[in-house]
């Protein structure tokens, strides 16, 4: 595979449910993204991590939960969500970190979570 | 007022034509700004990346960057169906974080065989 992969690509869960959303880039970068795609919103930045350690959380609520184990994988905990968390979840990688203005930013297709 | 400004759209438009797609910002201190095509359903793939003002060319795209009006624009000559996507704006600089990219709501075009 090459890019940024995402798995699972849709996700149903109930608010009780604790899931998990994964990430890998096959690109060799160094950063990596979480965002949320909400309708008629903006891309929205979760969190971001470089060389594995969390540099940003953007005020994301707690029943969000990154983990990034290595610099090619990142995941997502979920547990009691709510409705309104349902939306596209984007994973980006770049190479640079934040310390350089070159930083191209590349998506994963995204998880499509519906929280019933 | 929104940091980025961008008209939702739909954008409709026959088959060859020029399409422009613009997007307004607020803060001066942006400096990288970056162009991606959403297709239904996929993630954002980057199209264009520009750093400060200027003019820059890929193909069938341009990117204009106007600092001093705050405004960016995309340009698609010779139009075609396989164009019709959202269009997102994205813009960073070094006061707001370089990894921190503002986006722009996206304008949805579609192109008409």
């Not at chain 1, 979920?78 to 191209?104: I, K, M, V």
């Not at chain 2, 600089?93 to 579609?110: A, C, E, N, S």
């Amino acid at each position: 595979e090459t890019g940024v992969t995402q798995t699972p690509r849709h996700l149903v869960m109930g608010m009780t449910n604790k899931k998990s959303l994964k990430c890998e880039q096959h690109l060799g970068h160094n950063a990596m993204y979480w965002y949320k795609q909400s309708a008629k919103k903006p891309l929205e930045l979760m969190f971001v991590y470089n060389f594995k350690e969390q540099t940003e959380n953007n005020s994301v609520p707690s029943r969000f939960s990154p983990e990034c184990p290595n610099s090619s994988h990142l995941f997502l905990h979920l547990h009691t969500l709510q409705p309104e968390d349902s939306a596209l979840y984007l994973c980006a990688s770049s190479l640079q970190s934040g310390t350089s203005g070159d930083n191209e930013q590349f998506f994963g297709p995204g998880t499509r979570l519906t929280v019933l | 007022q929104k940091e980025v400004e961008q008209d939702p759209g739909p954008l409709s438009v026959p088959e060859g034509a020029i399409v422009s797609l613009n997007c307004t910002y607020s803060n001066s201190a942006f400096q990288y700004f970056m162009w991606y095509r959403q297709y239904s359903r996929k993630g954002p793939e980057l199209l264009m990346y520009t750093y400060s003002s200027g003019n820059k060319e890929d193909g069938r795209f341009t990117a204009q960057v106007d600092k001093s009006s705050k405004y960016i624009s995309l340009f698609i000559r010779d139009s075609q169906p396989s164009d019709s996507a959202t269009y997102l704006c994205a813009m960073s600089g070094r006061d707001t974080g370089f990894q921190k990219l503002v986006f722009g709501t996206g304008t949805r075009l579609l192109v008409s065989p």
